[in-house]
């Protein structure tokens, strides 16, 4: 979770180890006021630490669909398509 300077909270991260080795990026949201100022980056990066320390070596996530909003975000931070929806890189 991350919250605003006034406590507010501004984002959230979900995940899980799934499978031997594989992150799981289950949900990641910013509120609209708070997008484009790291927050996302910042979840993204305490959730694919916190998952290393359970053994994944990859950090997955699956987009709803091909033109998800979010596929920029992803791809700018090194993901690469494991299929359509699917996208991977390394821990």
Same mark, same amino acid.
């Given at each position: 979770? %991350? *919250?605003?300077?006034? $406590? +507010?909270?501004? &984002?959230?991260?979900?995940?899980? =180890?799934? /499978?031997?080795?594989? &992150? #799981?990026?289950? *949900?990641?949201?910013?509120?609209? $006021? ?8 910042? /979840? @993204?990066? *305490? %959730? $694919?630490? !916190? ?6 070596? #990859?950090? !997955? =996530?699956?987009?709803? +669909?091909?033109?998800?909003? +979010? ?5 700018? @931070? $090194?993901? @690469?398509? @494991?299929?359509?929806? !699917? /996208?991977?890189?390394?821990?």
């Amino acid at each position: 979770m %991350a *919250a605003g300077p006034d $406590g +507010s909270l501004i &984002g959230v991260a979900a995940g899980g =180890v799934p /499978l031997p080795g594989e &992150g #799981e990026i289950y *949900a990641l949201a910013v509120t609209p $006021g708070a997008r484009r100022r790291g927050v996302g980056t910042a /979840l @993204l990066t *305490a %959730a $694919g630490e !916190r998952m290393r320390g359970y053994g994944a070596t #990859e950090l !997955r =996530v699956t987009l709803p +669909s091909e033109d998800d909003p +979010s596929h920029p975000f992803f791809t700018r @931070l $090194g993901f @690469l398509p @494991l299929g359509p929806t !699917r /996208l991977n890189r390394a821990l």
